[in-house]
Each structure stands twice: as structure tokens, then as C-alpha cells.
């Protein structure tokens, strides 16, 4: 009987805060009801991008699912997120901060998850200046150029020995060197060692504080070697880590944890984007012979009698830069953008959204949707061709590295790579 009592009031009381959930939300977007205590979870299921973007072609651009007992409000069109990432971004500029975060070293340092705020807007403004301002960038060219050297010299003995390559690896090796010479002038991975096999097999998205804390160790030994360098006066390299270290010295407020944390940052998200890219593109054009035909007449025109192609070469290929465009709303490294949070209540299209609502842009949902792309599913690099989409944030139908005050600011130093 006492098991019989208790078990009517376990079902009474999750009634009563359904109820109080139900009454809560009329003024939200609406949105599937889903289930007690679990709320929409098993409608979600493991491709969340997926499920999300079917769910909105039935509750509307903008709408709201409850993953457990938290609510959270989903825009699904361009209109819904230049709203969030645009209109209203200051609204929306908090962060949900999850316990899996706050148990990596220094994640408060971390742009992305950084709360928006004077420090933030300083460490922009260095990367704005000191980083990826393109004359910086034009200066590390040589650099970036080595690990492209280095990478053909692999790829021409592997077919002289005819052995295959692993296109996957291939690309992570390339893209982590870039970004490393970049960062130190310095190689930190073997295409024949397993200096970072770790790190590979690892998965960035699967074993993120694998990866985290293997750059953090690299980047901290780098930060240390180069500060003990200009105490001896050793000449400089010229590269991003003496760039920030000059930062740190002009901006009283920086310091060295975060020059490690930003280099970090740096190395994490510039391999993910340019590895994944890479890969996609290789494996869109093997799918795609024409179209691998017409890149390859537009790559030989322009090299001409040089025999190579040059960095400062790749922004003139019109079609290639259409390919890789293409490549990146098919296959968003990030389809769901990293989740904002209100800071204030936000009235949105006659609906409210209370402080504190974790919100989500689905990219992939509005890359894929046939209002805003014909053949959405279909790889035609043609599009982009005499076309004013790019990769800034403005254009709200094409967004790889998001948009407003929390936009992938690396951006101009991935699309070189």
C-alpha cells in the first residue's frame, strides 16, 4: 500500500510540473510537448542537426524542445538567426558552460566560452591585430608554405613506393603543421611517427580533452623555450607566438595563460576545420569527376610555367574557392552552432524568451534548406560562382563559422589554409 501511496505521488508531482511547464511556455516558440522528467530526448536522438530540422519543418523556424529539464529554443532559418546572432546578440551572448567544460585547465580563458566582456573584446581586438590582420598573415606565408612542401614530398614518395595514402590522416597531419609553423615555426607531428597519433585516433569531437591537454603540454613547452629565448636575446622568429608575447607586453591585462590558452585555441580549432575540410573536398571531387576535371584546367591555367601553386594563387581560382564554399554548407564541421544562453529576458517575433534559455542555431538545417538553395542535397559548386556569399557572417543562409560578437574569429587565417 505505502509502495502503491508513493508511487501516485512520484505520478501526481511529475503531472503537476509538467502542467507547470506546459503554462511556463506559452509565451515560447512552440515546439513538440515530449514526455515527462525526459522531454523531447528520444525525439532528438543521436543526429540532433537532423532531428532538429524536421522537427522545425513542423513547428516553424523558431521553436522549442526540452532536453530533460532544461529548455531549449532552436533557430532554424536565416531570418531566426540573424535575429539571434545579429539583432539581438548582445542578448544572446551568454554561454552555457557544461561540467565537461569547467573540468579543462584554464576553459575560462577560452574564447569561446569566455563570458563577453572587456576581456574578451581585448583578446579579439589582439587577434584582430597582432594575429589575423592580413598582413601578418601575408608575412607567415613561408611558414604555412613548408608544411604544404613537406606534404608533397610524402604524397610523391608514397606513390613512388606505391603504397596508399590515408587521405584522412593526410589532411590532419598537413593541417596541424600549418597551423603549428604558423603558431611556433615548427613541425609538431610526423607523417611516418606517432608523435600525434594519439591525438588523431582520439577524435576531436570524441575525446576533446585528449586533444585539449596533448596542445596544451605542446603549447606550454613552446611559451616556456621562447620566453627563455629573449632573455638570452635569441633572435626572433617572427611568428604568432612573438606576436601575442609582444601582446602580452603592450596589454597589461593579458598574461601567459592566456597567450598558452589562445595558441591552443588556435592549433585546436584551425586542425579540426582545415582537416575536415580537406577531406570533404578530396572526397566530393573523387565523387564528382567533372567537376574535379574543371578545378584541375582552372589550377593548371593558372600555374602555368610555375610548376606549383602558390597560397596567394588560391583566392584567384574562382572555381576552386566555389568548391570549397560548397564543400563547407554540405559539410559544416560545426552543424549545430556552439550554444548561446540569454543574458536579459528577449522578446523575439511576439514570442519570449526567458534569461537564461540556452538557444542553438542549426547551420545545417538552414544550409540544407530548399527555400534558400535549390537541390539542397546536391553538390554544385556552380551557386557560388558570381555569387556575394562569403564567409563573414553577413549572409545568414551560409554560415561555417557562425556570425555576430561570437564568430569563429580564426576565420581569415583558415581560409588560407
Not at 615548427?186 to 585539449?212: H, I, P, T, W
Request: hydrophobic content about 40%.
Amino acid at each position: 500500500m505505502e509502495f502503491l501511496n508513493l508511487f501516485q505521488f512520484i505520478l501526481l508531482f511529475s503531472a503537476l510540473v509538467f502542467g507547470l511547464r506546459l503554462f511556463r511556455r506559452r509565451k515560447l516558440p512552440p515546439g513538440p510537448i515530449g514526455l515527462p522528467l525526459v522531454g523531447n530526448l528520444f525525439e532528438i536522438g543521436t543526429k540532433p542537426h537532423q532531428s532538429l530540422a524536421n522537427l522545425a519543418k513542423k513547428y516553424g523556424p523558431l521553436m522549442t524542445v526540452r532536453l530533460g529539464s532544461k529548455t531549449l529554443v532552436v533557430a532554424s532559418s536565416p531570418e531566426m538567426a540573424q535575429q539571434v546572432l545579429q539583432k539581438h546578440d548582445e542578448a544572446f551572448s551568454g554561454r552555457v558552460i557544461s561540467d565537461t567544460i569547467t573540468k579543462v585547465q584554464n576553459y575560462d580563458l577560452n574564447l569561446v566560452w569566455m563570458p563577453a566582456g572587456d576581456q574578451s573584446r581585448l583578446i579579439r581586438r589582439a587577434l584582430s591585430t597582432f594575429l589575423l590582420h592580413p598582413k601578418k598573415l601575408d608575412t607567415l606565408v613561408g611558414l604555412r608554405h613548408k608544411a604544404m612542401q613537406e606534404m608533397v614530398q610524402h604524397v610523391t614518395k608514397m606513390s613512388e613506393t606505391g603504397e596508399a595514402v590515408d587521405i584522412g590522416k593526410l589532411a590532419f597531419i598537413t593541417a596541424l603543421n600549418q597551423m603549428a609553423n604558423t603558431c611556433f615555426s615548427m613541425n609538431v607531428a610526423d607523417y611516418n611517427s606517432g608523435e600525434a597519433q594519439g591525438f588523431l585516433n582520439a577524435g576531436l569531437k570524441r575525446r576533446a580533452k585528449v586533444a585539449y591537454n596533448w596542445l596544451n603540454s605542446v603549447s606550454n613547452e613552446f611559451v616556456t623555450k621562447r620566453l627563455q629565448h629573449r632573455k638570452l636575446k635569441i633572435a626572433r622568429h617572427g611568428d604568432m607566438l612573438d606576436s601575442l608575447l609582444d601582446c602580452v607586453q603592450e596589454e597589461p591585462e593579458l598574461n601567459y595563460e592566456c597567450v598558452k590558452v589562445l595558441l591552443v585555441e588556435l592549433l585546436l580549432g584551425g586542425t579540426e576545420t582545415s582537416s575536415i575540410t580537406t577531406e570533404w573536398v578530396m572526397t566530393e571531387l573523387i565523387l564528382n569527376p567533372n567537376i574535379m576535371a574543371t578545378v584541375h584546367e582552372e589550377i593548371k591555367k593558372k600555374v602555368g610555367d610555375k610548376g606549383r601553386i602558390e597560397e596567394s594563387d588560391v583566392l584567384e581560382l574562382p572555381y576552386l574557392q566555389a568548391v570549397i564554399k560548397e564543400t563547407m554548407r554540405l559539410h559544416l564541421t560545426v552543424p549545430l552552432l556552439v550554444p548561446h544562453k540569454t543574458e536579459t529576458e528577449v522578446e523575439l517575433k511576439g514570442y519570449v524568451i526567458p534569461k537564461n534559455t540556452q538557444t542553438i542555431v542549426n547551420a545545417w538545417a538552414i544550409a540544407r534548406d530548399s527555400k534558400y538553395w535549390e537541390e539542397p542535397t546536391v553538390f554544385k559548386p556552380d551557386r557560388f560562382l558570381n555569387s556575394k556569399l562569403d564567409f563573414k557572417g553577413q549572409h545568414f543562409s551560409f554560415l561555417p563559422f557562425g556570425s555576430g560578437r561570437r564568430m569563429c574569429r580564426e576565420f581569415p587565417l583558415l581560409i588560407g589554409l
